[in-house]
């Protein structure tokens, strides 16, 4: 072993303690790497910072924007909104529906996004139906997990390794080579999760340890009596209202009458528009009356439309569009000593006032002629990017929204066009037609082009996290096998099984990297063994193709079952689902084991060594 070898794995064996200490950070161990590695002599800083110009890097970065895309046009959402609606109440569905459901978003977007955008929906789920959020949280993780071995860009570590493939003059992955091993995987983690949920506690109500924290639109409803006050009126080319604000129509103040929204449908979508808009036939008016005593068809002669009918409840349907907040009249408001209509917050904020509670006394008329004190509260309705804008309104305090809005898809009508711009990146790669990165940036460029997402929110999407850690572990990679410490492992683990078959060898390989994962990252672990699997299967006693080694590799790293810290999945259900360690151990271990069996069955058979 040379001087440089040993330096190399000095710093090797120390990014991997702090890894397993998870201290500092990861992203900071890998600043720690890439600082400390030129000095070893071995590589160069201009060769630790290429892992910036990697493609595969800047193919990630732009998969995490992609998937944002997918979040904001509430397509992530909408499938968990399917999954309630078709599972109901029954656990065995539930599971099998919620995994499939995961493991098929994860195949093209992050997994740990998908874990975040789902516990959510899954705490609301085991509220509703009495389970322990434990029973659900599990089944969730681990699809998750599996997700990264249906397509090529599912996970970071999959990309990791067909770089390498690449680096080294050999043909990489294409987009569906792991699906026909990643398939029956996520078959045999479904009935496997079937078969152990009762290892992951009792189906009691203990989803009542994880009560909402705050109020719903339902309760609100109820609390403020709201429901039959909403109506839905069409607006007819002969109605007054058509093609003119209510500002232009200078109408005298309606009591107990307002305005919520107008609903636009044009070829490609509908579209909810505030009551500022300007109205045009064909719009559909939503319309709270809080007084009972209106005439309805006296206004309905008068202004030209006619009643549509309604489905849900206070507007239910549309809750991704319509929504609500509770806001406080703070001491020295200019709103103060005013009446409602004296407030014009619809002509200020798009919003209308449908509630006033004086102190502890609740009133259900917005528009009563009461003048407003300091300390009231009002109960305002309108669309939800209104309601985001009220809390810079210095003249009011925004303190309570009600747990629809964390649910909120700010493009949810551009839902169609994200759809399609993941179909043509998806056909891209599948085609071969261009470079995976260069299908993903065109994929971006028209998430932003249809209004998908937005420069901030995709700088926010991006996890810098994960990119430093890859950054700079790729390092790692060539300084170990400019010193040849790549050749060494592999002929150190190969000369440990002897003379067994190129069969015994996988499952060396896969045991190996499924011990890594279970204390360091799935990243840095595909990072790490990539290189040492191929050098394996291109040494002289094996000559066999890489491909088999590198796919061991591939589903290895995505088999971090074992422990809450072998991949963030995993970290994030630990709170909600309120487990141990060992709950990971007793689960993870035989799922690891189960997919060590399936591995070293279908790799050499599908992809012949």
């Not at 924007?65 to 979040?71: A, H, R, Y």
């Not at 009935?191 to 609100?220: D, F, I, N």
């Not at 747990?403 to 399609?420: C, G, K, S, Y």
């Not at 995505?558 to 990971?584: Q, R």
């Amino acid at each position: 072993m040379t001087v440089q070898l040993g330096l190399v794995l000095f710093l090797l064996a120390a990014a991997i303690a702090m890894f397993a200490l998870n201290r500092p950070r990861t992203d900071a161990v890998a600043l720690i790497m890439m600082a400390t590695l030129p000095f070893t002599g071995v590589v160069t800083m201009q060769e630790v910072l290429a892992g910036f110009a990697d493609p595969n890097v800047v193919l990630i970065a732009m998969l995490f924007v992609i998937g944002q895309g997918l979040v904001r046009t509430g397509v992530a959402r909408r499938l968990g909104d399917m999954l309630v609606t078709r599972a109901g109440s029954n656990e065995t569905r539930l599971i099998v529906m919620l995994m499939v459901i995961v493991a098929l978003v994860g195949s093209i977007m992050s997994s740990t996004a998908v874990v975040a955008i789902f516990i959510p929906i899954v705490l609301r789920i085991a509220h509703n139906t009495g389970l322990a959020p434990g029973r659900l949280m599990m089944p969730l993780s681990v699809a998750a997990l599996v997700s990264g071995t249906l397509t090529l860009v599912a996970t970071t570590p999959n990309l990791v390794i067909h770089g390498e493939l690449v680096r080294e003059g050999f043909k990489g992955f294409g987009f569906f080579s792991l699906t026909p091993f990643g398939l029956p995987l996520l078959v045999v983690a479904i009935v496997y999760m079937l078969l152990t949920r009762s290892w992951l506690g009792g189906s009691a109500a203990a989803s009542a340890a994880h009560p909402s924290q705050r109020t719903g639109l339902g309760e609100w409803i109820e609390e403020y009596g709201l429901a039959g006050r909403e109506h839905r009126f069409a607006v007819s080319s002969d109605s007054l209202l058509a093609g003119k604000t209510l500002e232009e129509l200078a109408l005298e103040p309606l009591p107990g009458v307002n305005l919520l929204a107008v609903e636009r449908r044009t070829r490609f979508a509908t579209h909810l528009l505030p009551p500022s808009a300007r109205i045009e036939a064909g719009d559909v008016l939503f319309v709270d009356v809080s007084d009972p005593a209106i005439d309805l068809d006296a206004l309905i002669l008068r202004f030209g439309v006619s009643r549509l009918p309604l489905a849900g409840a206070y507007f239910s349907e549309h809750a991704q569009d319509i929504g609500m907040a509770e806001v406080m009249i703070p001491p020295g408001s200019a709103l103060v000593g005013k009446t409602i209509p004296e407030a014009r917050l619809r002509d200020a904020h798009d919003v209308s006032v449908i509630g006033l509670r004086h102190g502890s006394a609740e009133g259900v008329d917005g528009l009563r002629p009461e003048r407003l004190e300091a300390g009231d509260t009002l109960l305002v309705v309108g669309l939800w990017k209104a309601i985001s804008k009220l809390r810079s309104d210095m003249d009011l305090v925004v303190f309570n929204l009600p747990t629809e809005f964390d649910d909120v898809a700010p493009a949810a009508p551009r839902a169609p066009l994200a759809l399609l711009s993941l179909a043509l990146v998806v056909a891209l790669m599948v085609s071969g037609v261009l470079p995976n990165v260069h299908a993903a940036l065109i994929g971006c460029l028209l998430m932003g082009l249809f209004g998908c997402i937005d420069l901030p929110s995709a700088y926010r999407s991006v996890h810098w996290q994960s990119l430093l850690l890859i950054v700079g572990m790729l390092p790692f990679s060539l300084a170990l096998q400019r010193t040849g410490g790549v050749d060494i492992a592999a002929q150190m683990l190969v000369g440990a099984i002897g003379d067994a078959g190129p069969r015994t060898v996988l499952a060396a390989v896969f045991i190996v990297t499924a011990l890594l994962g279970m204390f360091i990252s799935n990243t840095a672990t595909a990072v790490l063994m990539a290189p040492v699997a191929i050098a394996i299967a291109i040494a002289q006693q094996l000559n066999a193709s890489p491909l088999p080694f590198a796919m061991i590799v591939a589903l290895a790293s995505s088999a971090a079952f074992t422990t809450p810290v072998s991949s963030p999945v995993n970290t994030l259900v630990v709170g909600p689902g309120d487990y141990s360690f060992m709950d990971f151990v007793r689960v993870g271990v035989p799922l690891v084991l189960l997919t060590l069996l399936l591995s070293i069955t279908l790799v050499p058979w599908l992809l012949p060594l």
